[in-house]
């Protein structure tokens, strides 16, 4: 939620910030603007919408700063507006701010600075906290980097804010709590971001801020604070990341790229950890901690969105392999509610970005209740990964395209893996059986692979459908998280409304939205469920309704039943979601297209959910 970009050094500030800006639109796209700071004079230019309205707004303003702060914006208080932009500027507009994150006691602080005769320009909870600084900063007639910590200490909530003044013409201030920063070190420059990809062009050494810190940033100089005041050292971090990971390499959109991706972003996930030959699997998070994980009197796995449907085929796979109880919980649920959490359960996070602000929240509440967390993340480096006792990271790479596709079949892959080795040492599984998952996990890239090859087939099925305003998606065991994922990415990028159900529950309920104008999704590969699901397609098919299936390659019966089809290869059925998942990810993208939605910013979404 909301992406922000510093600079501070020898080159021109705004291209540096712009293209940063570009890089971090994924995070929110209501509006965007920028400070730029020379010679004593703060200019700030904002827009309402996307990063290219304001670059387009820009053309023949005054961009000549060697410093300057940039921000992309996800609204939380207030409507996407000029306005409500930021950056904001405080009362005397000498100092200007960027905040990423949400102040939630700022309607008390507004209102003792309404008090003192204060006024606000925006609605927003960003500018409430700029001008309680600089109150502070005149009362107290102290620095404002003072004042800044001052200020933090009273607020609650999350923030990453970036701040800079008139009269300290080369420093920026910045300062974390729960959402992320990262400050990349140049030779006699700086650069701040959200993320490492505005900064990855320039320096590979980066320092990643935690919470509660303060950093003061000039061109030659990183002094990171505590908000204690104590000094701190930087631990600088080397980049494990290529430019052209976070560019789109000829493909029209990030989903699209991201999609086709997987077979070797599930191959780079396997590799150095499954082996078939050897029959072993080596994950370190898994090895070192076995004592821990094995003996846990249940695993709660906390996630949200499509990382939350990675955790329900988990509990399926954990359950069967392990015979460990497991419950999956929405993160946003478990941290409100009073979840019983014991001294030696074990929490499994799930999380592409490893700083979604409701699954942070919940972990660091199970592991104040002595819960041990083990993090199955993307980001490298992120909040969650660093939170957690142990882990494994899915290595899908920067997943840029706001709906989750490689980072999901990354989860997937690291999830067996994890199941598998416990499996192996609690004795839950036999040597044959093992070996029998390790060799299918093994040919599954090439699979992905097979299945990408005949994508037209799914832009064909979109075409087709585009136009339905509902659509139903079902399966059975494994597959049925993967019939709520493809609802899930249908919904989010062609705005289509969409319900994922297990098959069998439909005659409870969903059946009476069946006529002829339903599409009806159904999971149907070759299982132990698959008798099931083809009475579940007659059912269908006797009210009328249309089906589109995915199925095992050869299986004829499916086929005849299905207005349309979509053929996989064969797998077993614990490692199938693997496959089944890609066909909807397509689809989804194909109807989105079809839409001409803008499939990697749809409405209303940001990448990273850094808020509440
Ligand atoms: O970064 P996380 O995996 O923690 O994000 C969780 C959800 O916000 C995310 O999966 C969201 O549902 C995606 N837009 C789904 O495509």
Same mark, same amino acid.
């Given at each position: 939620m909301c992406g922000i970009v510093g600079y501070t050094g020898h080159r021109q500030a705004y291209p540096v910030i712009l293209k940063g800006l570009?890089?971090?639109?994924?995070?929110?796209?209501?509006?965007?603007?920028? &400070?730029?700071?020379?010679?004593?004079?703060?200019?700030?230019?904002?827009?309402?919408?996307?990063?290219?309205?304001?670059?387009?707004?820009?053309? /023949?303003?005054?961009?000549?700063?060697?410093?300057? %702060?940039?921000?992309?914006?996800?609204?939380?208080?207030?409507?996407?507006?000029?306005?409500?932009?930021?950056?904001?500027?405080?009362?005397?507009? @000498?100092?200007?701010?960027?905040?990423?994150?949400?102040?939630e006691? =700022?309607?008390?602080?507004?209102?003792?600075?309404?008090?003192? /005769? =204060?006024?606000?320009?925006?609605?927003?909870?960003?500018?409430?906290?700029?001008?309680?600084?600089?109150d502070i900063k005149n009362n107290n007639e102290c620095s404002l980097e003072e004042a800044i910590r001052i200020a933090l200490k009273r607020v609650t909530g999350a923030y990453c804010i970036l701040v800079v003044e008139q009269d300290n013409p080369d420093t920026i201030i910045a300062a974390r709590k729960g959402s992320p920063l990262v400050i990349g070190i140049g030779k006699g420059e700086h650069f701040l971001a959200s993320d490492a990809s505005p900064i990855i062009e320039y320096t590979k050494e980066v320092v990643y801020v935690n919470d509660y810190e303060l950093a003061i940033v000039k061109p030659d100089?990183?002094?990171?604070?505590?908000?204690?005041?104590? @000094?701190?050292?930087?631990? !600088?971090?080397?980049?494990?990341?290529?430019? &052209?990971?976070?560019?789109?390499?000829?493909?029209?959109?990030?989903?699209l790229k991201e999609i086709f991706e997987q077979p070797s972003t599930i191959f780079d996930c396997l590799r150095g950890r499954l082996d078939s030959k050897e029959s072993t699997i080596k994950m370190s998070g898994v090895d070192l901690n076995i004592e821990h994980i094995i003996n846990a009197n249940r695993i709660m796995i906390v996630a949200c969105g499509t990382s939350w449907h990675a955790g329900l085929v988990a509990e399926y796979i954990i359950e069967e392999l392990c015979r460990i109880p497991v419950e999956v919980e929405y993160a946003s649920e478990f941290r409100y509610r009073n979840p019983i959490v014991n001294k030696g359960d074990l929490i499994i996070a799930i999380s592409q970005s490893g700083e979604t602000a409701d699954t942070l929240v919940a972990l660091e509440k199970a592991k104040e209740d002595g819960a041990f967390i083990f993090g199955v993340v993307n980001a490298v480096g992120s909040s969650i990964a660093? !939170?957690?006792?142990?882990?494994?990271?899915?290595?899908?790479?920067?997943? !840029?395209?706001?709906?989750?596709?490689?980072?999901?079949?990354?989860?997937?892959?690291?999830?067996?893996?994890?199941?598998?080795?416990?499996?192996?040492?609690?004795?839950?599984?036999?040597?044959?059986?093992?070996?029998?998952?390790?060799?299918e996990m093994e040919q599954i890239p090439e699979k992905v692979d097979s299945i990408l090859k005949n994508a037209e087939q799914l832009k064909v099925i979109a075409e087709?459908? @585009?136009?339905?305003?509902?659509?139903?998606?079902?399966?059975?065991?494994?597959?049925?998280?993967?019939?709520?994922?493809?609802?899930?990415?249908?919904?989010?990028?062609?705005? %289509?409304?969409?319900?994922?159900?297990?098959?069998?529950?439909?005659?409870?309920?969903?059946?009476?939205?069946?006529?002829?104008?339903?599409?009806?999704?159904?999971?149907?590969?070759?299982?132990? =469920?698959?008798e099931k699901i083809v009475s579940n397609m007659q059912e269908i098919k006797a009210r009328k309704g249309k089906i589109i299936s995915i199925i095992t390659e050869g299986d004829k019966v499916s086929a005849e039943l299905s207005n349309d089809c979509f053929a996989i290869p064969t797998a077993d059925e614990i490692i199938a979601p693997l496959l089944t998942v890609i066909p909807l990810q397509l689809l989804s993208y194909y109807v989105g297209i079809a839409k001409g939605i803008d499939v990697d910013k749809p409405r209303n979404l940001a990448k990273s959910v850094t808020v509440e």
């Open positions: 570009k890089r971090l639109e994924y995070r929110g796209y209501d509006s965007s603007g920028v &400070a730029l700071l020379k010679d004593g004079v703060l200019n700030v230019y904002k827009k309402k919408g996307k990063v290219a309205e304001l670059e387009e707004s820009m053309i /023949g303003k005054n961009i000549d700063a060697q410093i300057g %702060i940039g921000h992309t914006r996800w609204a939380t208080h207030g409507e996407p507006s000029d306005r409500n932009a930021h950056p904001h500027s405080s009362k005397s507009g @000498k100092i200007a701010m960027i905040h990423n994150g949400i102040i006691n =700022y309607a008390l602080i507004k209102q003792e600075l309404v008090n003192k /005769g =204060y006024s606000f320009t925006s609605d927003t909870d960003t500018e409430v906290l700029l001008n309680f600084i600089e100089e990183l002094i990171l604070k505590n908000i204690g005041n104590e @000094k701190i050292t930087p631990f !600088i971090t080397k980049l494990d990341m290529e430019l &052209a990971a976070i560019e789109k390499g000829g493909y029209d959109h990030f989903m660093r !939170i957690s006792n142990a882990g494994a990271y899915t290595h899908a790479g920067p997943e !840029i395209g706001v709906a989750s596709t490689k980072a999901f079949t990354g989860q997937l892959a690291v999830l067996i893996m994890v199941a598998l080795s416990i499996a192996k040492h609690k004795g839950t599984i036999t040597d044959a059986r093992f070996n029998e998952l390790l060799v087709k459908y @585009k136009d339905a305003s509902d659509f139903l998606f079902l399966g059975r065991g494994y597959n049925f998280p993967i019939a709520l994922e493809g609802a899930l990415k249908l919904k989010e990028i062609s705005y %289509i409304h969409a319900e994922g159900y297990p098959a069998a529950e439909m005659k409870h309920g969903p059946i009476a939205l069946v006529d002829e104008n339903l599409p009806v999704v159904f999971i149907a590969t070759k299982d132990q =469920y698959h």
